[in-house]
């Protein structure tokens, strides 16, 4: 296991576009998080989940943005009807954790950047 | 909300020099991490820091917490050309349903020759 995957690396798409992205964890981690960074900020918090359940959204998150782990596996971020102001990088991690708290930090994937032209 | 600040925002020092960045937060944390990124990169850990006086050092960067503060800083010692990167600081927080990652807003560091 060589750590959190990202797939694409890259993605630019047309302005009212659906698009997909996928994170594959570190395989003993039970904790997946979805972040997204702008140019020239910090990663912001989207959306967090444990296992296949998904505990947490943002306020960032909108009707637009959905999130799965269907097995607890692999995790999918869809954007429908993508705006410009999606464009960003998508950042992954993951987290083992038991209860409230995580032992172990966070390892992030390479991220996927969007660009919505 | 959780607040996350880091100064400076950008930074410009010499090779050899020294200097010491700040992240300071809003509300009671036990656990502090560091990262680095570099341009269009992926987060790269540095530190873990999970309790209040944790100081740890890996080459020529050393962090330190003092949760009762509300601060950790970043020491940079005889910076090369290697450390030019956007530090970031993030700050742990327990919450009912799990842990979730506040970031600072970011150092641009750039050393010159």
């Known amino acids: 296991d060589t750590g959190v995957s990202q797939d694409p690396r890259h993605k630019i798409t047309k302005r009212g576009q659906n698009v997909t992205f996928r994170c594959d964890p570190i395989?003993?981690?039970?904790?997946l998080y979805w972040y997204r960074q702008t140019l020239g900020q910090g990663p912001e918090f989207l959306t967090y989940?444990?296992?296949?359940?998904?505990?947490?959204k943002s306020r960032l998150l909108s009707d637009r943005f959905s999130a799965e782990r269907p097995k607890g596996s692999f995790s999918t971020l869809e954007i429908q009807r993508t705006e410009q102001g999606d464009s960003a990088m998508y950042l992954c991690a993951s987290s083992f954790g038991g209860g409230r708290i995580s032992y172990y930090g966070y390892t992030f994937g390479s991220g996927t950047r969007l660009t919505v032209v | 909300e959780l607040k996350v600040e880091q100064n400076p925002l950008f930074l410009s020092m010499q090779e050899g020099k020294n200097y010491t960045i700040y992240c300071n937060y809003s509300?009671?944390?036990?656990?502090l991490y560091w990262y680095r990124q570099d341009p269009g990169k992926s987060l790269e850990s540095l530190f873990v820091?999970?309790?209040?006086?944790a100081v740890k050092q890996e080459g020529r960067l050393m962090a330190s917490l003092d949760t009762k503060a509300r601060l950790s800083t970043l020491h940079i010692t005889a910076a090369v050309h290697d450390l030019s990167a956007t530090y970031f600081c993030a700050v742990d927080m327990r919450r009912d349903t799990g842990n979730q990652f506040y970031f600072g807003t970011g150092t641009s560091l750039t050393v010159i020759p």
């Open positions: 509300t009671t944390s036990d656990r």
């Open positions: 395989s003993e981690h039970n904790r």
């Open positions: 989940f444990q296992n296949e359940a998904q505990l947490e």
């Open positions: 820091l999970l309790s209040n006086g």
